[in-house]
């Protein structure tokens, strides 16, 4: 399986911060990474596709950047509504594997 | 609008079988691969497998000799068991869409509500 590693597992921040969440993968999956955002007792919300495309609906505040084995999401501008938690997945794989988690916390 | 809905036994003893099912409501079935992706209780995301209309399917290495997918077209539903459950089957079991139609290797834009599934003597 290709390993994807998350950093940091827990992030504090405060209404109006821009945040960065790190996401590496263990050998290259070229662009096929995705990001999903999951509040507690829901089902994960997908946010990004392709490294870097926003899912439809998805505010512009929320972008993704990277590509090989390190990549990115930056949320602008935090809003009450992003105090979640984080995920990658990698498809570049005929399995595909999710990142630990990063847990967005109010500072 | 399509949603997902699924449902299934919440509570099963070791050595027991998981089974699942998920329904696709309001939208296209076939054409799309359709994943099955558990959670256990604080922790992070474990996809499963996945199985197209045709009943193609593509299962994790870890899960193989113990999980089988399968799909009734005639209901637009695909289902999951897992045999021989032990406690560290214990999640909460999602199906999801693969974004992408007619594509293994997928991000996922739809996901069910999710069912817990606890395993205990």
């Known amino acids: 399986d290709i390993q994807m590693t998350q950093s940091p597992s827990t992030l504090s921040a405060s209404v109006g911060d821009r945040v960065t969440i790190t996401c590496r993968a263990s050998?290259?999956?070229?662009?096929?990474l995705a990001w999903y955002q999951q509040k507690p007792g829901k089902a994960p919300e997908l946010l990004i596709y392709k490294a870097s495309t926003l899912e439809n609906g998805v505010p512009s505040r929320f972008s993704g950047s990277g590509s090989g084995t390190e990549f990115t999401l930056t949320i602008n501008s935090l809003q009450p509504a992003d105090f979640a938690t984080y995920y990658c997945?990698?498809?570049?794989?005929?399995?595909?594997?999710f990142g630990q988690g990063t847990k967005v916390e109010i500072k | 609008q399509v949603q997902l809905q699924q449902w299934g036994a919440g509570l099963l003893k070791p050595s027991e079988t998981l089974s699942l099912t998920c329904a696709v409501d309001?939208?296209?079935?076939?054409?799309?691969?359709w994943s099955w992706i558990r959670q256990p209780p604080g922790k992070g995301l474990d996809w499963i497998g996945e199985?197209?209309?045709?009943?193609?399917?593509n299962y994790k290495p870890s899960f193989r000799g113990r999980v089988t997918m399968s799909v009734d077209t005639s209901k637009n539903q695909v289902s999951l068991k897992l045999t021989s459950v032990t406690a560290a089957d214990t999640a909460v079991y999602f199906c999801?869409?693969?974004?992408?139609?007619?594509?293994?290797?997928?991000?996922?834009?739809?996901w069910g509500q999710g069912t817990m599934v606890t395993v205990s003597s």
């Open positions: 199985i197209n209309h045709s009943g193609s399917t």
């Open positions: 997945q990698q498809y570049d794989d005929y399995s595909a594997t």
């Open positions: 309001g939208g296209s079935f076939s054409g799309y691969y």
């Open positions: 050998q290259s999956i070229s662009r096929w």
């Open positions: 999801a869409r693969g974004r992408i139609p007619a594509r293994f290797k997928n991000a996922f834009d739809l």
